[in-house]
């Protein structure tokens, strides 16, 4: 048990934010909870101290403002609190043909999915440098290891992650502050919807359940692994993309999305 100790989650309304506060107060973590839905997380920050003892603070937060992670972590020094643990999970997807997309939609996905996880974790990482420990995980995907047509600017955000945060690890390895990088397949959230990516039968047939991808994700982390896939078919999917040249994987997404480039997603 982590009595004293804090974990900072960000995207915590929802999905495997919610999946990830379960599994840490269930842990003896403290919780410091972030998304933009305040209600949401007060309501799960009371159930988690009934049930499980421990202390929540929730901080409602639009990461994809510019300056929003150095808001969040001004409120943090003013409760003099240092996360032991940070999961940098808030992140959103936008699905369809990238030329049709609304252009403050991607502007905002970036934001939230790059600068501000980015911005976040330097403020925090000087911190837990500070004090001389802590840890880090970063919610990548496996769309970061495939060009994907009708995610292109997802993915390619999620290349950064995980691009950034393996170097990352090797940087921070010295300061006592350990990095892993998660990258969830699909899985069951409300990604989809909010991506506006219709899921067939066929798609549905490869989600995992939230919690099972958030126990590999904290039990990788534990293990000290640079990179956690969870699932059998998602880390072949992973293998086959580093042997297949870039242009065929591009060819193969974009018929398995049935992305429409003509006239939208189909
Ligand atoms: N589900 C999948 O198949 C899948 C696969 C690979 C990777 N991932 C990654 O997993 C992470 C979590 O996604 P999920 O599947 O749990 O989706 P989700 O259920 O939609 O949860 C997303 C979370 O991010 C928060 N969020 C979104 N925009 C925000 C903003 N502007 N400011 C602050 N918080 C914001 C949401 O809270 P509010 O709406 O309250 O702000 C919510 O708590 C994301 O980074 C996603 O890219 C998901």
Redesign the pocket.
């Known amino acids: 048990m982590h009595t004293q100790a804090w974990a900072l989650i ?8 919610v999946e990830f506060a379960h599994q840490l107060a269930a842990q003896g973590y403290n919780l410091l909870l ?4 305040e209600a ?1 997380m007060q309501q799960l920050a009371r159930q988690l101290e009934r049930r499980h003892g421990i202390r929540c603070h929730t901080f409602a ?4 403002q510019p300056g929003a992670d150095i808001r969040l972590v001004g409120e943090l020094d003013l409760l003099a609190l240092v996360p032991d643990l940070l999961i940098n ?5 936008c699905f369809g043909p990238f030329i049709a997309q609304d252009h403050e939609r991607i502007q ?1 996905m970036l934001q ?2 790059m600068h501000t996880l980015t911005g976040l974790t330097q403020l925090v990482a000087q911190r837990m440098q500070a004090r001389g420990s802590g840890s880090i995980l970063l ?1 990548s ?3 970061a290891f495939l060009p994907l047509p009708g995610y292109a600017a997802y993915g390619a955000s ?1 290349a950064f992650v995980l691009q950034w945060g393996v170097a990352l690890r090797e940087e921070l390895k010295d300061c006592g502050i350990h990095v892993s990088v998660l990258a ?4 069951r ?4 919807d ?1 991506a506006r990516q219709p899921i067939t039968p066929f798609w549905n047939h490869f989600m995992l359940p ?1 919690a099972n991808v958030v126990a590999a994700g904290l039990h990788g982390l534990r293990q000290s692994r640079a990179i956690i896939v969870p699932g059998w078919y998602n880390r072949i999917l992973t293998c086959c993309s580093q042997l297949l040249p870039r242009g065929v994987l591009a060819w193969v997404a974009k018929r398995l999305l049935q992305v429409n480039t003509d006239s939208g997603v189909s």
Request: hydrophobic share 50%; no cysteine.
């Open positions: 960000t995207g915590a309304s929802s999905g495997l934010g972030v998304a933009r839905r949401v937060q639009d990461l994809s999970n808030a992140g959103v997807g905002a939230l999915n919610i995907s496996i769309a999620k969830p397949g699909m899985t959230t409300a990604f989809f909010i939230a």
